[in-house]
């Protein structure tokens, strides 16, 4: 099979990336006035020694000021039973959390209770821009997991 040679645009960015398998997860964190949580899928390992993990945002996001500006944040690795919560924090909607049960966890960041495969309460150690998102780098503080499977989507 011969490649195509695809013009390099947004959409059709995009579009291919979309058939990499990548995992899915939550993220939360104190906001201003509420709590902060999204979905995400940029969501990685960045580092084991120290243990560091990362994930970017868009510039265009709701909320973006708010985002950049915390001090720390929870990662939780969804799983595929687990896709109406990630619905919910993937849809522009300010009541994300109206309902969901949470607890505080590192710093007093709203963790979800809910059993997921991987939990990392992390502390920012970084962050910088990368064209039109910003990467942000926690350090992992402590970390909980239990034998679900994660969510993978592939397009």
Not at 110 to 127: F, Q, S, Y
Request: hydrophobic share 45%; glycine share 8%; net charge neutral.
């Amino acid at each position: 099979m011969t490649p195509a040679t695809i013009e390099v645009t947004p959409a059709t960015l995009r579009g291919q990336l979309a058939r990499w398998p990548t995992g899915v997860a939550i993220i939360t964190a104190n906001g201003l006035s509420r709590p902060l949580g999204k979905t995400v899928n940029s969501f990685h390992s960045a580092s084991l020694e120290p243990a560091m993990v990362g994930w970017c945002i868009d510039k265009k996001s709701s909320r973006f000021d708010e985002w950049v500006a915390v001090t720390g944040y929870v990662v939780h690795v969804m799983a595929s039973h687990q896709a109406e919560l990630v619905s919910r924090f993937a849809a522009s909607r300010s009541d994300r959390f109206d309902g969901v049960e949470t607890t505080p966890g590192l710093d007093g960041i709203p963790m979800l209770t809910g059993e997921v495969p991987l939990r990392l309460e992390c502390r920012v150690a970084g962050t910088f821009d990368v064209g039109d998102h910003v990467y942000l780098i926690g350090q992992v503080v402590t970390m909980a997991a239990t034998a679900h499977v994660p969510m993978t989507l592939q397009r």
